[in-house]
T-cell receptor, first 111, second 116 residues
Framework: RKEVEQDPGPFNVPEGATVAFNCTYS??????FFWYRQDCRKEPKLLMS???SGNEDGRFTAQLNRASQYISLLIRDSKLSDSATYLC????????????FGSGTRLSIRP | GAVVSQHPSWVICKSGTSVKIECRSL??????MFWYRQFPKQSLMLMAT?????????EQGVEKDKFLINHASLTLSTLTVTSAHPEDSSFYIC????????????FGPGTRLTVL
């Protein structure tokens, strides 16, 4: 089983739709969680951190469920510019800090 | 936000040659730098973690003698792919974090390596 798993997609949704992705992680000792966005052939860029209480940044909402070991990302009123691959990132502070990237979920917004 | 640069942005080389990739933090001191590799349509795979002034910690399956990492200063880390072969062709990305913001990594723009 992969340490961090994501649905690869692609998710193809119309502009203005609401879309949600989930990401599951296997290490219960994981302590930090992030969503990154990666455009084609570019480096990943931090979209938002994920806090235990859930957090919102404009149209984006991230949530963490420690009991079920998953994090989610919700995008409301999607824009064409939201088309990208969204990477779930988990950081485990065990004996050595371990940063694991999920394989990414591809999102395509159509006009 | 913090800026990380990489050089070169792309390189084409013959099989058997060595290639050096530089990663620089331009406006902050990077106590830790990470090197990733990304094959087409796959996620980033962490290759190694390096702390300034100490030996890099390599992930399982990554040959330390083939991928030489030097983190000699708080603003520069280098990755040298020795005796490169076509299967080493990939997108190599570095990231850096500071002691004040260890949780956040700032990524370089990546280096696309093609080995003929």
């Amino acid at each position: 089983r992969k340490e961090v798993e994501q649905d690869p997609g692609p998710f193809n949704v119309p502009e203005g739709a609401t879309v949600a992705f989930n990401c599951t992680y296997s290490n219960s000792a994981s302590q930090s969680f992030f969503w990154y966005r990666q455009d084609c052939r570019k480096e990943p860029k931090l979209l938002m951190s994920v806090y235990s209480s859930g957090n919102e940044d404009g149209r984006f909402t991230a949530q963490l469920n420690r009991a079920s070991q998953y994090i989610s990302l919700l995008i409301r009123d999607s824009k064409l510019s939201d088309s990208a691959t969204y990477l779930c990132v988990v950081n485990s502070y065990s004996s050595a800090s371990k940063i694991i990237f999920g394989s990414g979920t591809r999102l395509s917004i159509r006009p | 936000g913090a800026v990380v640069s990489q050089h070169p942005s792309w390189v084409i080389c013959k099989s058997g040659t060595s290639v050096k990739i530089e990663c620089r933090s331009l406006d902050f001191q990077a106590t830790t730098m990470f090197w990733y590799r990304q094959f087409p349509k796959q996620s980033l795979m962490l290759m190694a973690t390096s702390n300034e002034g100490s030996k890099a910690t390599y992930e399982q399956g990554v040959e330390k003698d083939k991928f030489l990492i030097n983190h000699a200063s708080l603003t520069l880390s280098t990755l040298t792919v020795t005796s490169a072969h076509p299967e080493d062709s990939s997108f190599y990305i570095c990231s850096a974090s500071s002691s004040e913001a260890y949780n956040e990594q700032f990524f370089g723009p990546g280096t696309r390596l093609t080995v003929l």
